[in-house]
């Protein structure tokens, strides 16, 4: 089965930290007051910050 | 998970607006809502204010998230748009601006003290069980009543789209958050 992982378009993004707050992997840290950021080493792939994330700047896609 | 004390914010907002109920003059509390991210953003670089320290945010995360009160959809991309997110900040500091001007009327003389909310900037509620008139200068309580008008019309505005759409919905075009990501844009240069 292929991995997913979360990515984030930081167009988009408003850097709320919400997604900080969901991730149970602490894989998202907000840079720099700019963007949220994933950790691809650490994301599972669950989705639990793309669900939460109010401007839906964040997909979960096949790696 | 272990929690923090920054989970419990979400209380803050019912305390202000509890407080500026039997007292308008408590609304100036607000002003630490408007000045401390700024200066998180001014000389940190980050908006931790967003991140870890708005009531406002922690609160529509309690209503929609724990409680439910939510929807699950995200908001229409328009929503999140540059051109909404500054076009709503220029908006917001119009009348922001415009109720300095107001409080700048009382405290000249040329207006009198109205003990009336203006919500959505636009209903007129009275309010003036909130204040007793000599106990504090007017212009004073002038400013209450527009700042406490303000922060409520922000705040139901965030309940209403928490409702429609995702629970910090308002996070999206919030003032203060535009703001403080610009300052962040600017200071870490992009």
Known sequence: MAKKKAFVNADV????????NECPRGAVHIRKGIAAEVDQNLCVGCGLCAGSCPAGSIAVMEV | MKKKWTDYLWIWPIIYFSLGFFNILF????????????????????KMFCN???GRGKLFRFLGKKLKFSGKRPAPAWMSSKYFRYGFLVFFMTMFVNMLYQTWLVA????????????????????NWAYTVGM??????????????MMLTSTLIGLI????????????????????????KLKNGK
């Open chain 2, 52 to 54: 870890q320290y708005c």
């Open chain 1, 13 to 20: 993004c408003v850097a709320c930290g919400e997604c900080v």
């Open chain 2, 27 to 46: 609304a100036w509390l607000g002003m630490i809502d408007f000045i401390l991210p700024l200066i998180l953003a001014i000389f940190g670089g980050n």
């Open chain 2, 161 to 184: 789209v928490m409702k429609l759409y995702r629970p910090r919905t308002w996070c999206t075009f919030c003032p203060m958050g535009t703001m403080t990501q610009g300052i962040c």
């Open chain 2, 108 to 127: 000249g003389g040329a207006r009198d003290l109205r003990q009336v909310l203006k919500l959505f900037w636009t209903f007129k509620v009275p309010w």
């Open chain 2, 136 to 149: 504090a200068p007017d212009w004073v309580a002038q400013f209450s009543f527009g700042f406490y008008s």
